[in-house]
């Protein structure tokens, strides 16, 4: 089995556990979580029947979701964050020791803001820094479909076989917010693959061939109550 080490970047990293990297199946959204598998009628509250005669599936169904809700690991704030808007500028409120963690950022005026998010960015300084095996490079990404959280975290790849020195990320916080983002709360997802080399190939069917491939594909998975490609198909992958 590969493994992930994480070198501390902070003095208190070594008397406050709360706070290390953890496996992203750890902090899965609760809203996620809580939801049902399958389809309910808003009116009745009775499951709504799929056409097979199942239940109709819903997204908590899908493994392709909480694969990436549980791949790779997480870094997670060390401290409370407060936000708060003074002078028409978005300042941060930040515990005594961890002054560094997060700040503001200089304006990157030809990277496109997300819309609904500031133009003018911030920056997360993780106390932690991965080191992968040779051959290993790692995704760095906005913890992914958090969609509750007030911001998004820049995305990158870095080769940390052979770089573990922890850097800046920016991160774009979502207009109107002020408030409390808690200890704890995940600031980046990230995933580690090996680098190989790739290319492509396209195949074009007529349409007699794309509808054989389709009905094809709804013999193999289109059963009650679904699930099929979980059961028979999905490779789980471990993260300790």
Same mark, same amino acid.
């Given at each position: 089995?590969?493994?992930?080490?994480?070198?501390?970047n902070r003095e208190y990293n070594s008397y406050i556990n709360d706070f290390h990297p953890q496996p992203s199946a750890?902090?899965?959204?609760?809203?996620?979580?809580?939801?049902?598998?399958?389809?309910?009628?808003?009116?009745?509250?009775?499951?709504?029947?799929?056409?097979?005669?199942?239940?109709?599936?819903?997204?908590?169904?899908?493994?392709?979701?909480?694969?990436?809700?549980?791949?790779?690991?997480?870094?997670?704030?060390?401290?409370?964050?407060?936000?708060?808007?003074?002078?028409?500028?978005?300042?941060?409120?930040?515990?005594?020791?961890?002054?560094?963690?997060?700040?503001?950022?200089?304006?990157?005026?030809?990277?496109?803001?997300?819309?609904?998010?500031?133009?003018?960015?911030?920056?997360?300084?993780?106390?932690?820094?991965?080191?992968?095996?040779?051959?290993?490079?790692? +995704?760095?990404?906005?913890?992914?479909?958090?969609?509750?959280?007030?911001?998004?975290?820049?995305?990158?790849?870095?080769?940390?076989?052979?770089?573990?020195?922890?850097?800046?990320?920016?991160?774009?916080?979502?207009?109107?917010?002020?408030?409390?983002?808690?200890?704890?709360?995940?600031?980046?997802?990230?995933?580690?693959?090996?680098?190989?080399?790739?290319?492509?190939? +396209?195949?074009?069917?007529?349409?007699?061939?794309?509808?054989?491939?389709?009905?094809?594909?709804?013999?193999?998975?289109?059963?009650?109550?679904?699930?099929?490609?979980?059961?028979?198909?999905?490779?789980?992958?471990?993260?300790?």
């Amino acid at each position: 089995m590969n493994k992930i080490i994480f070198h501390s970047n902070r003095e208190y990293n070594s008397y406050i556990n709360d706070f290390h990297p953890q496996p992203s199946a750890k902090l899965i959204p609760k809203w996620y979580s809580n939801a049902d598998k399958y389809v309910k009628d808003p009116k009745t509250g009775e499951y709504v029947p799929n056409y097979d005669g199942g239940k109709m599936p819903s997204f908590k169904a899908c493994p392709a979701i909480l694969d990436f809700f549980t791949s790779g690991y997480v870094f997670v704030t060390p401290c409370d964050l407060f936000f708060y808007k003074e002078n028409n500028q978005i300042l941060i409120k930040k515990p005594k020791g961890y002054e560094d963690f997060c700040d503001s950022r200089p304006a990157m005026p030809e990277f496109v803001a997300p819309n609904g998010y500031y133009e003018n960015p911030f920056h997360w300084y993780p106390s932690w820094a991965p080191e992968l095996p040779e051959g290993y490079s790692a +995704i760095y990404l906005s913890p992914v479909n958090h969609f509750d959280l007030p911001f998004i975290t820049v995305s990158g790849i870095i080769d940390n076989d052979k770089f573990n020195t922890p850097g800046l990320m920016p991160f774009f916080l979502k207009e109107g917010f002020t408030g409390l983002i808690p200890a704890g709360t995940p600031f980046v997802q990230i995933i580690p693959f090996k680098r190989e080399d790739w290319e492509s190939e +396209i195949k074009l069917y007529n349409q007699e061939k794309i509808v054989e491939r389709f009905m094809k594909s709804s013999e193999t998975f289109r059963k009650p109550g679904g699930d099929v490609y979980r059961k028979k198909f999905w490779t789980r992958r471990k993260y300790k």
